[in-house]
């Protein structure tokens, strides 16, 4: 099956918990900090997001608008997609490490009518930044700030009047109401190739992800969604946002990453999932035998954005648990694949999963025609949760006319339809006209006892072509790491000598997108001054 009959869009699950429960916890916000958290009900949080949606149309904002934000989790992130989502405007979730740079881009093509920004986040000056944007920008009509006290706070302007005094509510939203198939999400890619593209997203595509997924994972509405991956990525997003109020269950949202706190939050919230690149479940892990049964609570981990070491998943299961489950996917279609709960355990080391509901995955060759079980190839998906193009850019929407997509990954899918993401087509390593494995290499270098992380990338060669350089970054403790002895390491795992990387590298940190996905365009520029001593070449 690969597409959703269903016109509900997300405020009519509201509606729907509205009328199951509206003293039901909906969200807990833990915001600059883990001792005052804000918390509200179904109730209270409609009746804050009915205010802004009148406030919002007030203002200007039209159906189709495009409303901007640049916030890190909260409540505020919550109340403003559900107003928008009530006035049929497109919500346009921004990260907030983006800069003067990124914004202008970002905010000139989505024509954005309205951005909303904190006064400071993390010691930076997001409303100075903010303003200083305008001159460039005609359509940016307004700029609200989230503590700000002048005629541009956020609090004075959509909070402190009583905006649904002033009409009828229930006529404007009705009159607004989008349809399923309207785009209501509008997310920038997070740039793991240097070029920011504009997802759209309609509620029928988002919704059709959701429900699938949540049903895979058996979660339901007693269910406590803790998130602290940003929620302006599709990953916190989708299911620290939407899904709750699908289940008609809690969240629980937490502003800056930090292990301690996490940890205190579940201490206190008692979480039963979340979702997280690897990094936060290695930091996790790591705490967790220090903390008793802090995270006793938790059930399900679903780790996504790169393949998830064989040694965390030994150390998960001694020190927390839940159940980890892998998963890939991207901004443009959500987890498509993902494990099962029922699965070994070596299931989430060795593969990212089946197919959710509603969507297809296939493995294919140059030509497009689909390989045999266990073989390499270009990674294609299709089906209902599959994004309905990029922002004024329809050249580049692949999508072929049986509705594929081509993912730009490469994978081997096994003979249950498991696949197993390999790489990226444009992170190939070939030396010498042979593919290196790259993952299959940086799955054993992630078992060395010195290093945390590593990503390989090609350095250019005369001979070769290319040559296999290692970036890593090492445990605390470890302050170096020879080419050598990693060299040593792999072969002792048997190794072929071809695969070897020939230039090793640590850096103090390898740079990742907000989502914990490794950036390696940026590592490819840095290999490409790397010339090897011809003398150290194999």
């Avoid at 179904?42 to 189709?64: I, P, S, W």
């Avoid at 049964?293 to 070491?309: C, K, N, Q, T």
């Avoid at 029922?342 to 294919?364: F, H, K, N, T």
């Avoid at 689909?370 to 922002?391: N, W």
Wanted: charged share 20%.
């Amino acid at each position: 099956m690969t597409s959703n009959s269903s016109d509900m869009i997300i405020t009519d699950y509201w509606d729907a918990q509205l009328a199951r429960g509206a003293d039901c916890r909906a969200l807990t916000s833990y915001q600059g900090g883990e001792d005052n958290p804000v918390s509200f009900t179904y109730g209270e949080l409609d009746a804050v997001v009915t205010r802004m949606g009148a406030g919002l149309a007030a203002l200007g904002v039209e159906k189709g608008s495009v409303v901007s934000c640049q916030l890190p989790n909260g409540w505020q992130m919550t109340a403003l997609f559900l107003a928008c989502a009530r006035i049929g405007a497109v919500f346009n979730p921004l990260m907030p490490i983006f800069r003067e740079r990124e914004l202008r881009f970002m905010l000139g093509h989505a024509r954005s009518h309205l951005l909303v920004v904190p006064q400071h986040f993390r010691g930076f000056d997001y409303a100075s930044m903010a303003e200083s944007l305008r001159a460039d920008l005609p359509d940016l009509r307004q700029v609200l700030v989230i503590g700000g006290d002048g005629d541009n706070s956020f609090e004075r302007q959509l909070l402190e009047r009583a905006w649904e005094n002033d009409g009828d509510t229930r006529a404007l939203f009705a009159e607004r109401r989008a349809q399923a198939d309207d785009v209501v999400q509008l997310l920038f890619t997070s740039g793991t190739t240097g070029e920011p593209k504009g997802v759209l997203h309609t509620s029928k595509t988002l919704l059709s992800n959701v429900i699938p997924y949540a049903e895979r994972l058996g979660l339901g509405h007693q269910d406590i969604v803790f998130m602290a991956s940003p929620m302006a990525h599709q990953t916190g997003f989708l299911y620290g946002m939407l899904m709750p109020i699908y289940l008609g269950a809690a969240a629980v949202l937490q502003d800056v990453w930090d292990a301690r706190t996490a940890i205190r939050i579940a201490t206190a919230e008692r979480p039963t999932f979340t979702m997280a690149s690897t990094p936060f479940l290695a930091d996790l892990i790591e705490l967790a035998p220090l903390h008793g049964d802090a995270l006793s609570s938790l059930r399900i981990f679903v780790s996504a954005g790169a393949p998830i070491p064989e040694s965390l998943v030994e150390k998960a299961g001694k020190s927390i648990n839940a159940k980890i489950i892998s998963a890939w996917g991207m901004t443009e279609t959500g987890a498509s694949t993902m494990t099962r709960p029922q699965d070994d355990p070596e299931r989430s080391i060795y593969s990212d999963g089946l197919a959710l509901p509603l969507m297809e995955v296939q493995v294919v060759d140059d030509a497009g025609i689909e390989v045999r079980a266990g073989s390499e190839g270009h990674l294609q998906v299709r089906g209902a949760s599959l994004f309905v193009g990029y922002l004024k850019r329809p050249d580049l929407y692949s999508v072929d006319a049986q509705g594929w997509f081509a993912t730009g990954d490469l994978a081997r899918m096994d003979a249950q339809g498991y696949i197993r993401i390999t790489g990226r087509t444009k992170d190939v390593v070939i030396r010498g006209g042979e593919n290196i494995p790259v993952v299959e290499v940086e799955n054993l270098l992630y078992k060395h006892p010195a290093i945390s992380a590593v990503a390989l990338v090609g350095c250019p060669d005369e001979r070769l072509g290319e040559r296999v350089c290692a970036y890593v970054t090492l445990h605390d403790g470890f302050t170096e790491l020879r080419l050598e002895d990693a060299v040593a390491f792999l072969l002792e795992h048997n190794l072929s000598r071809n695969y070897l990387p020939e230039y090793l590298e640590v850096l103090p940190a390898l740079p990742r997108t907000p989502s914990g996905k490794i950036q390696k365009f940026k590592l490819h520029e840095r290999a490409a001054s790397i010339r090897i001593d011809p003398a150290k070449r194999r």
